[in-house]
Each structure stands twice: as C-alpha cells, then as structure tokens.
C-alpha cells in the first residue's frame, strides 16, 4: 500500500513516520522459541554448535578475566557478559579477510578473527606485544577514542572497494559512541563513496552512566543512518540468529558495491562499564539487570540448540572446561613475555630515525644493558 | 629548466608522484574538478581520474580517518586540509591516531600518509586560516612537520613526504604560493627531510628560521651585509623533529644566534630550538639567543597582520642587538 503523502508542516506527523520505520528484527525469542521464520540464517547445525560454543567461549572468558583482573593479573578489562550475540554473532559473518575495526569492548571479536589469546591479555596488561599484529591479521587493535574507529573504517572501506577485494570493514562502537562526530562522518564519508562497510552500534544502554536516552532524542540509534542515505537495521541484540543473518545481509550487500550498512543492536552488559572503578549499582536498577537476564543470548539459544538435539549440559561443560585450560596456558605465556625496552619504543617512532630519537635510543639502550 | 612558483612546484610534485605510483592517492575539500582553492591540485582530477584524485564530503576528521584507513590498506594518501586553522578537527586522527600507529603496532603497520595543508600570516584570510599551529603538532611524537621556504624545496621536500611511511604535516605558506619564482627542474627529485639547509653562508650571527620568515630574514641578512654584519640563515625545512646538527654546527661557528618564526612566542618551534642550544652548545655563545616571533595574542583579523606579523627590520633589530651585545 502506497505511503499516506504527509503534510511537511505537520511535524509530529513526520516524526512519528521517522519512528515507525524502525522495528526490531528477532528471529528467537526469549525461550528460543522461532518468532520469525524469515529472520532464520542460513546455517547450519554444524555451523550453529560452533556459533554457539563461541559464545560460551565469551562468557567464560569474561568470568576468568574479571577473575583475573581482581587477582591483579590482568590490566585493563571491558566486561562482555551479555554482548555475546552481539559480538559473536555478528563477527561470525565475518570472512577472514575482512579489516576489524573494534572499540576497547571488542576483544572476543579480535581473538575470534585470529589475535592470539595471549596477546590479548598483553594488552590487557599494557604491554606492547600484544599489539604487534602478525601480517594477515585483518585488524587494528582496539580503538580507546570513541568513534575514531569509524572515519577509519570509512577509509579502510574505500581502500577495499578501490582494490576491488570481495572484503568488508566491520567496525563498532556502542550507543555512547553514536552521539560522537566521528559515527556522523564514518557513516557519511563510507555512505557518499558506496564503500565496503558494516557499521555496529552495540546499545547497551549506557555510555558508562549516561542512559542511552540522555544521548539523543532519536527513537533508535538505526535511524541515525538515514541521515548519511544508508540501509540501517535495528536488531535484537541478544538473538544470535537475528543478528547473524543481519550481519551476513549486510555484508553480502556491502560487498556487492552496493555500500555500507548500519546495525544497531539492543543488547546489554551485566558487568560494569570496565574494571576500573565502575559502579553499574549507581546508574542501574536490580530490576533493569534482571528483565535484560531473562532476555540472555545463552540461555535462548541454548534452549534453541537442546531442543533441536544439538546441545547438551555435558558438551556445554566440556566446552568450559577447554576454554578454561586455554585462558591458563594464555596466561602463562603472557607471563613469560620479555620485559619492554623503552629503546625498543623509540625504535618504533619512524622508519629512518632523526638525530633526536637515536640520541634517545643510545641513552636508553645504555640503561637497560645495566 | 623553467622558473615557477611554490605553487607550481607543488602541483609538478604532486602529478610526477601520482604518476610513479598507482598507490598514491589525493583527496581533500575541493580538490577534484575545483584543482583547489589555491589551484595546487589543478588539473591531476582531469589528468588521473576521480580514483585517484577527489573531493571528500567537508569534514576534517573524516578525511583524517579516509587517510589512515586508506593507508592500512597500503595506499599512500595525500590529503589535503583546506587551511590549517581547521586542523583542529582533526587532530586525534593526526597525532592520535596516524602518529602512533607505528609505535602502538610496534613497527607491524606502517602510515605513510601526507597531510597538506595552507597556512600563514600576510594574505588578508578570515580567521582561522593563516595561525601558525605548526607548534602543536611539532609537540606530538610520531609525526614529521615540514615546511617548505621556496619552490625549490617545496617540490623535492613534498616528494619526500610522499615516499616516505611515516606520517608527514607538510605545511605550505600561502604568502609564499606566488610571490615569487626559481628554477625549478621538470623531473622529479627528493630535498631530504630532516634535514635543514644552510640557506646564506656568514660568520657573525646565526638566524635559525622557517618558512616565510626566511624570505624576511634574508632580507635583513642584505641590509645587514651593508654594515658589515655577516648573517648565517638556517632554514630548518623540517621544524619537527630538529636537525640539530645543522643547528649546533652553525651556533659553533658564529656563536650569536637569533631565532625567528612567524608563530606566537609561548612554546613552539623556536622554543624547542633555543632549548637544543642551550642544552648542547651554551659554551659557544657569545651572546644570549635571541628571539623574533609573533606577540603572544590570537592571531588577528586581517588589517592588522602589518604590525602583528614579525618582519625583516625586526630580524635586522634583533641581530644588530646580539651582534652588539
């Protein structure tokens, strides 16, 4: 049926069109029950135990690190509990030779698309190893800046289309990195070049403290992309299929030429903002943290999987188990990595040294022979 | 070989690098069809396609991310910032982002990526588009910042930048764009970076300077001559980082310096410069340093660049006051 033609003065009319175009896509819901047939990705069961097992992976690794962090045997951590469809799912449409561009909560994605668990944790740890990313890791460490990430991105894009690669850049940042400058010209810039980009805004809710609704007056964060004349989806951001067939519709677009895509996910983290102080109690209510729990990424796609017989409570335990042995090991490596030359730093500052930065070599090289 | 402007060699350097390697790409505000608002990228859209050379939605730190996103995928971007004073927004892609890429990634990835921008005093611009903000940037490690004084230089010094996998602020003032001309070879040639020039040979005083202040100072380096004052004019080229050998070997020779810029006092360039000699060479000074610059105000609005801006008779002051001292 034909759009009712709306009187352009008549504002509240026109806002409430802008607001209407957006429904949330589900495919599972809460009791991974199938809501939306046309929502089901193509996967299968095979592919679907190893989506899942990635995300009991996630949740086990936020445990152990958050364990490790209060032990004081890991730096700076993000909490991902409750992003992992979000993460996961959307990071398993990814081909490994697409560029990943994530933000300082992204490192399940990074380590799912090939950074070594234990340069994960040196990152973590603050030490400079853990950055220095092997030749076909498609990926850039993760951004600190809010949305820097995005221009980036844009120009990553460009680059892939430019060199006609079948390849995507897929960046994130959440619903606090939506109010920066920087989401506006990503979006705009990769939207005006038709380049090769999936843009994700993981709405957890908070920007740290600040609710999602103190950021914008907009309705969902999605319609922010309508602006910059891109596809822009929101999806239920705790439904892994949801958000994988999204991602993947996306992708195969972006990859076509056809430019890049927006894809806002509802979603939430259980934990606070990051390890370093953050108190989720003074911005959050017992009530909000339950209502997100019932909606949990594991148990509905657990309930999903056990259902079609492809998952089990032993499986499940087994798969604790390993991932728990490989944080160990991880550990352990991470432990026996050498100790950080400042001459080393300078080393990396250019390629063909000036006066200064050699001068500077020569004196720290001298220290640490000591 | 022909005689052309800053501006011409500029866009001679532009075009020969565009044509040596498909990797090189420009792209700014108005910098296709329109060639630019100076005309530095005239005619490279028509002649190298829209692929390789085209405008950019107006956003700076847009064209910020374009250029490191760009460069991650191994291309060698050339972006333009429409005049400096906009470099404000972006500066997190440029010394947050593209300055510590090689050092954050520990030498993995490399950002060999040119940022062009106009700048300087004496044209009669709105605000914000002729501060001297070379300063800020020249405090960022991870960056080059080079400012050329003179066709020549700017033809080779801008292949330079272009060749070069780290990240270069190169610096064009627009003063210098058509006041005058040189020769200029037609092939390409490289002016080291790095590395300042010994710009008129002198025995007296050393003026150690940059961009546009090196026309003023040869001006007062000639009238100097007249009274028998021989002035040394080194010009720095690439104001961050230093060369700081060409600096303490011509402090070493005439033992009384002055240093001049363009820019406001406080911090910056000249500063970095008299710190180097008093750490390294104090022994050899015969006199305090001396130092010309702008006053320490917000650079004004067009009619009063004249008094504002420092000029030759305040470099010919200055070193008469050293060069007596």
């Known amino acids: 049926?034909?759009?009712?033609?709306?009187?352009?003065?008549?504002?509240?009319?026109?806002?409430?069109?802008?607001?209407?175009?957006?429904?949330?896509?589900?495919?599972?819901?809460?009791?991974?029950?199938?809501?939306?047939?046309?929502?089901?990705?193509?996967?299968s069961d095979d592919e679907m135990v190893e989506l899942m097992t990635r995300m009991v992976w996630a949740r086990v690794l936020d445990q152990r690190s958050t364990a490790l962090n209060r032990q004081g045997r890991l730096g700076f951590y993000a909490p991902t509990a409750g992003q992992e469809a979000s993460q996961l799912a959307s990071q398993f449409a990814m081909e490994k030779e697409d560029v990943l561009l994530p933000g300082?909560?992204?490192?399940?994605?990074?380590?799912?698309?090939?950074?070594?668990?234990?340069?994960?944790?040196?990152?973590?740890?603050?030490?400079?190893?853990?950055?220095?990313?092997?030749?076909?890791?498609?990926?850039?460490?993760?951004?600190?800046?809010?949305?820097?990430?995005?221009?980036?991105?844009?120009?990553?894009?460009?680059?892939?289309?430019?060199?006609?690669?079948?390849?995507?850049?897929?960046?994130?940042?959440?619903?606090?990195?939506?109010?920066?400058?920087?989401?506006?010209?990503?979006?705009?810039?990769?939207?005006?070049?038709?380049?090769?980009?999936?843009?994700?805004?993981?709405?957890?809710?908070?920007?740290?403290?600040?609710?999602?609704?103190?950021?914008?007056?907009?309705?969902?964060?999605?319609?922010?992309?309508?602006?910059?004349?891109?596809?822009?989806?929101?999806?239920?951001?705790?439904?892994?299929?949801?958000?994988?067939?999204?991602?993947?519709?996306?992708?195969?677009?972006?990859?076509?030429?056809?430019?890049?895509?927006?894809?806002?996910?509802?979603?939430?983290?259980?934990?606070?903002?990051?390890?370093?102080?953050?108190?989720?109690?003074?911005?959050?209510?017992?009530?909000?943290?339950?209502?997100?729990?019932?909606?949990?990424?594991?148990?509905?796609?657990?309930?999903y999987l056990t259902a079609k017989g492809l998952w089990s409570e032993a499986k499940e335990e087994e798969i604790i188990e390993a991932t728990k042995e490989e944080i160990k090991t991880a550990i352990k490596e991470a432990d026996a990595a050498p100790k950080q030359k400042v001459s080393e730093f300078l080393g990396n500052m250019f390629e063909v040294k000036p006066q200064s930065i050699q001068e500077q070599i020569d004196i720290f090289k001298a220290k640490e022979s000591k | 070989m022909a005689q052309k402007t800053m501006i011409q060699a500029i866009t001679d350097a532009l075009a020969l690098e565009l044509e040596a390697n498909p990797d090189v790409l420009i792209f700014g505000e108005d910098v296709g069809n329109n060639g630019g608002v100076f005309r530095a990228t005239e005619g490279l859209q028509e002649k190298f396609g829209k692929d390789r050379v085209f405008d950019t939605p107006l956003a700076e730190s847009g064209i910020g991310g374009l250029a490191f996103g760009l460069a991650l995928e191994n291309f060698r971007p050339v972006a333009e910032i429409q005049f400096f004073g906009f470099v404000f927004e972006v500066m997190d892609e440029i010394v947050a982002q593209m300055a510590r890429t090689r050092f954050r990634m520990s030498g993995t990835r490399t950002m060999p990526i040119t940022i062009r921008a106009p700048f300087g005093g004496g044209v009669h611009t709105p605000e914000l588009h002729a501060d001297n903000?070379?300063?800020?940037?020249?405090?960022?490690?991870?960056?080059?910042?080079?400012?050329?004084?003179?066709?020549?230089?700017?033809?080779?010094?801008?292949?330079?930048?272009?060749?070069?996998?780290?990240?270069?602020?190169?610096?064009?003032?627009?003063?210098?764009?058509?006041?005058?001309?040189?020769?200029?070879?037609?092939?390409?040639?490289?002016?080291?970076?790095?590395?300042?020039?010994?710009?008129?040979?002198?025995?007296?005083?050393?003026?150690?300077?940059?961009?546009?202040?090196?026309?003023?100072?040869?001006?007062?380096?000639?009238?100097?001559?007249?009274?028998?004052?021989?002035?040394?004019?080194?010009?720095?080229?690439?104001?961050?980082?230093?060369?700081?050998?060409?600096?303490?070997?011509?402090?070493?020779?005439?033992?009384r310096v002055v240093v001049v810029q363009e820019a406001q006092k406080q911090a910056g360039v000249a500063a970095q410069v008299v710190s180097e000699i008093s750490e390294r060479a104090v022994l050899?000074?015969?006199?305090?340093?001396?130092?010309?610059?702008?006053?320490?105000?917000?650079?004004?609005?067009?009619?009063?660049?004249?008094?504002?801006?420092?000029?030759?008779?305040?470099?010919?002051?200055?070193?008469?006051e050293i060069y007596e001292f």
């Open chain 2, 284 to 320: 050899s000074l015969e006199a305090p340093i001396g130092r010309v610059s702008a006053p320490d105000t917000i650079y004004p609005f067009g009619q009063a660049e004249g008094s504002w801006l420092p000029n030759a008779s305040d470099i010919e002051a200055k070193v008469r």
């Open chain 1, 104 to 303: 300082y909560r992204d490192v399940p994605q990074l380590i799912q698309h090939g950074l070594p668990l234990k340069d994960a944790f040196l990152w973590s740890r603050g030490h400079a190893a853990g950055s220095a990313y092997a030749d076909d890791l498609q990926a850039i460490p993760p951004q600190i800046i809010i949305g820097a990430q995005y221009v980036q991105a844009a120009g990553v894009a460009l680059g892939l289309k430019k060199r006609n690669k079948p390849n995507v850049a897929f960046t994130y940042t959440g619903d606090g990195g939506s109010s920066q400058g920087d989401f506006y010209e990503g979006i705009n810039f990769a939207g005006a070049y038709k380049a090769n980009a999936v843009f994700f805004i993981q709405n957890n809710g908070y920007a740290i403290s600040t609710p999602r609704e103190v950021q914008t007056a907009a309705k969902t964060l999605a319609q922010k992309g309508v602006a910059a004349g891109i596809p822009s989806v929101q999806v239920d951001g705790m439904d892994p299929l949801a958000v994988y067939k999204v991602t993947k519709a996306a992708r195969d677009w972006a990859v076509a030429g056809n430019g890049p895509v927006l894809i806002e996910t509802l979603t939430f983290r259980y934990g606070p903002h990051t390890l370093s102080g953050d108190d989720p109690t003074r911005y959050r209510s017992k009530e909000t943290e339950g209502e997100w729990v019932e909606k949990d990424p594991l148990t509905r796609f657990r309930k």
């Open chain 2, 133 to 255: 903000l070379e300063g800020l940037i020249a405090q960022s490690p991870g960056i080059r910042v080079v400012i050329p004084s003179n066709p020549y230089d700017a033809k080779g010094l801008l292949i330079s930048a272009i060749r070069d996998n780290d990240p270069v602020v190169f610096l064009e003032h627009m003063k210098l764009y058509r006041s005058f001309r040189e020769e200029v070879p037609e092939e390409a040639y490289t002016v080291p970076l790095d590395k300042a020039a010994i710009t008129r040979e002198g025995t007296d005083v050393s003026v150690i300077t940059y961009g546009a202040m090196v026309r003023e100072a040869i001006k007062a380096a000639e009238a100097l001559e007249k009274d028998g004052i021989s002035v040394e004019i080194i010009d720095l080229r690439t104001v961050a980082p230093l060369d700081i050998e060409t600096i303490i070997a011509t402090v070493e020779k005439t033992g």
């Open chain 1, 1 to 43: 049926m034909a759009k009712k033609k709306l009187n352009p003065l008549d504002f509240e009319a026109l806002l409430a069109d802008i607001n209407a175009d957006f429904p949330t896509i589900q495919a599972l819901d809460k009791d991974g029950k199938v809501v939306n047939e046309e929502y089901m990705p193509d996967l």
